[in-house]
């Protein structure tokens, strides 16, 4: 099975460098930083193949991403009392499924990897004990190769593996930080959804009802990804 890379990492890191480059170009005296360090929990949903595959005897229509568990980590600087420039990485132990009639079968091991370039709103002042905070990002998901499942004989020449993908991604969410009070060490919750490009698919054609123009309409499908997670954040410097 062959994912094709996309340029989505491209983006992420263009995103991480102009993130730290307008990090570094805030004056010094003013410059807060802020990194987390977060664990928890990740719903996770595949896509629909665009043809059937008849697999040891059964029809599948799915491919799926488990659920599991991941953690990861944030690092930003503010470039105003409320707005931050942050890079977020989370990693996510999971495995590739198939489904849909036959029962779901696990097809390979897999984990799946986001880095993303996020704007974050605080509420709040600087040092505030309570900062609630909203974010968008834009990036990549990194699906890692794996080995496939024993119970599926495959021909040689496919090596028993899959092949790792890069797919773009944007990243929405928010959450709440708390401080003890004149602190720089506190606890962070976050909510955060993440839904993957992966590939689109013929979906029919539209017509002007004015003019006599069509054009084909395409179903785009998404990987997507639902992260509750809790850690420990830090805060330093701009006071």
Known sequence: MRIVR????????????????????????????????????????????????????????????TSGNGWGFTFGGFVGHNVELEFLYA????SLEISDPAPSVKFADTAVNNYQGNIVYN????????RPFIFFGLGATHYTGGDID??????????????????????????????????????????????????????????DPFYPTCWVVNDLDYSNQF???????FRFGGR
């Open 150 to 207: 024993p119970v599926f004989v495959l021909p040689p020449a496919l090596n028993g593996k899959i092949n790792s993908a890069t797919k773009f991604a944007t990243t929405w969410g928010g959450g709440v930080k708390f401080y003890p009070k004149e602190g720089n060490i506190g606890i962070r919750a976050t909510a955060r959804y993440t839904p993957t490009f992966i590939k689109s698919d013929p979906g029919g054609l539209w017509c």
């Open 91 to 94: 990693h996510q132990s999971s």
């Open 6 to 65: 996309t340029w989505g990492r491209r983006v992420g890191t263009g995103l991480v460098a102009v993130a730290a480059a307008a990090t570094l170009a805030t004056p010094a005296h003013a410059q807060q930083l802020e990194g987390s360090v977060f664990y928890g929990y990740t719903l996770s949903e595949g896509v629909d193949l665009s043809q059937s595959r008849v697999i040891l005897g059964g029809i599948y229509n799915s491919l799926d991403i």
């Open 227 to 233: 992260e509750m997670s809790g850690g420990v954040t």
């Open 123 to 130: 509420w709040g002042e600087s040092h505030s004990p309570v």
